[in-house]
């Protein structure tokens, strides 16, 4: 995610991406090329640096209290990737280090920039849906692992991605992800119970299907999951009056590399760029930053709940498919 | 019924209908010609494919001995992908595996699960991702990673020249070798079988470093640790497209088993540079005696790549040769 930001913030015209931190030289080595002038190895000089605004942390979860409240103390407008944080206890600290020294936080959702899932929450809000009374919501991927791509080799996974207490699962890593939509579409959630699913055997969930009820009335299915070769994000929502549906699709392979080999921004990335405009722009003209942390709060909240009220299902014991 | 196949290359003279002439050709066959089983396992449960495994073995004429005290089991562990994507093999087929060795062994035999540390996978992690974990519980086996045992240092000589071979003391020292692999197309070595399964049990984690002298390291290995017995598991295939083939082949000859993936998976055997220096190294034979069903029936049903595999694939070579990766966030 840190390549695609920086790629992204380099070509922006209201800001200048001046500063990287990033215990990986060869990423460091990757943004002096894109004409960043200085580079850190430790996150704690960077937000030091008197000539930086705003900082954008894309860092693993467990990274983001310390490093969102550092760079806030240091009176830094805050872009953090999502979740938030852990938990919402975490999540709490940042936020009222961000509001003690008045800085600006967003949490980035790039679902929320999508132009299909923006279009339509306008036709959902329009009301030619009628009132949607069900809906699902599924986030579908391969999470921390590679895709079985002809010729690419994959890259060791990094080991905080396999650790509890260090990333959570899916619930939280997609989970924020279709929480965040489904409550921008329908409200806040009255109440959420959640089926964990351990088919790689992780000590936390690699799938999950949440049923969550909306003050709205609807009542919505989000299904998470990390065990799929083939991405799928989208929403499908079913109205009194009629049905609709929306997907973040990943362009066409072959798009996305002429894209790349023109030097432009690739479709897949484009809701990135537009996340990080949107956060300037708030900045520059003082606005709030929508999703804010207390919007991202809310999301962490409710996973929360998800966990607690888990449903327990009777599962077979084959291999490779069930916990238990 | 099972059916006998020959696949190896006869002459006009051997082919002489007379009937002295046959059994002359048949022992003189049997003794130059390694057996490969092809069983169709007949449904996708537990029962059936424990059938299919041991009938395979009953094929070959394969029994166990008695006497043996413990087994080592090297399956097909590829990063951390699924079994059902085809890329690693069956957890439930190494779990049958080790019933069959219980039964006909002895319910005390010791048995091993190994495999390596890999450049971009972790043993104990693979270990319990891919569900060995639960079997190693269940079945009260252990679950050893190669890079963390105690190794000697083995010379084999390929194409006359040397190669120092780090084998493990766990597979020195084991009575019986079980080889499961896969049948997966590989770019950089047309395919993969028992023989390059073999690269899991090379202790060194970064593998890639053997990739410039891909042939020779397979066969270096396969000389320095030859494994007794190879089990395919073939009831998922990674294609492209990924298909269930319903396949269990059994040999005792690595490059047989190899010689007849590749003929199923639609690759001349003979473009195959492992399996062809394989068989000059004494490894073993490509030509092969093939029993109980025909071959054929496997390979029609391979899958076949799509006019979109098939550009997908030109395209990611031509990204490679052009060394257009860093531009395309592939790397």
Known sequence: MGKIHARNCSKLQSANLIAVADISKKALKLVKKMGVTQTFTDYHQLIKQPNIDAVLISLPTHLHAPCAISAAEEGKHVFLEKPLARNPEEGKKIISAARKNNVRLMVGYPLRFSSTLRHLKNKLDSGVLGDIQTAHAFHIGSGPFYHRIEHAIPRPVPEWWLKK???????????????????????????????LGHRFNFDFEDHAICVANFTSGTTATINLGWFSQKDAIGIELFGTVTHESGYHMRPRKIITAIQLLLGRTPGFSEVYLKEVSHFIRCIKENLQPSPSGDDALKDLETIARAYKNEIRLH????????KH | MAIERCFSHCTDKDKEHSENHLKEHARKRDNLMSLVSFVSIQKNTISSIKQAIMESLDLIEYSFKKEIKNVVIKPNMCYYWDYS????TDPRFVALVIEILREKISPNVEISIVESD???????????FLAYEKIAKQHNIKLVNLSEEEAEPVKAKVRNQNFSVTVPQIIKNADLRINIPKIKHISFCKISCALKNMFGCNPHPQKFKYHSKLSETIVALNKAMPFDLCILDGIT?????VSKLGLVMASQDPVAIDTAAAIIAGVNPKSVEHIVLGEKEDLGRTSFIAKGMNPNYFKRRYPQKTLTDKATTLGYRLVRVFGLEKRLMLK
């Open chain 2, 237 to 241: 295939v990674s294609g492209p497209p």
């Open chain 1, 165 to 195: 207490e260090l990333t959570g699962g899916a619930l939280l890593d997609l989970g924020s992800h279709m929480i965040n939509l489904t409550r921008w579409y329908f409200g806040e959630i009255n109440d959420i119970k959640a089926f």
């Open chain 1, 315 to 322: 599962r077979s014991n084959k291999y490779g498919n069930t």
């Open chain 2, 118 to 128: 890999a450049s971009a996978m972790k043993c104990k992690y693979a270990f319990k």
């Open chain 2, 85 to 88: 994507t085809g890329q690693t």
